[in-house]
């Protein structure tokens, strides 16, 4: 295979690539506002319940570490 059909295939696979994940993404379901409000709210919530424990944890290894020493 010469070096010019080389790079025609390359390329072709490279807007191929492209061609099929803008087919896909024709393809999704967008949410709507209220969905996507209501998902953002979920995480927001879980993220800081999540830092608020792994706080708590810290403070109480941090204390029982300065017992110990």
Do not use: N, Y
């Given at each position: 295979m010469t070096f010019l059909a080389?790079?025609?295939q390359?390329?072709?696979s490279f807007f191929?690539?492209?061609s099929d994940s803008w087919a896909e993404l024709k393809k999704?379901?967008?949410?709507?506002r209220k969905e996507l409000l209501s998902y953002t709210i979920v995480v927001v919530v879980t993220v800081l319940l999540i830092t608020i424990y792994f706080w708590v944890l810290d403070v109480i290894i941090s204390?029982?570490?300065?017992?110990?020493?």
């Open positions: 080389k790079m025609k390359s390329f072709g191929s690539f492209f999704v379901r967008w949410p709507k204390r029982l570490v300065d017992l110990v020493i």
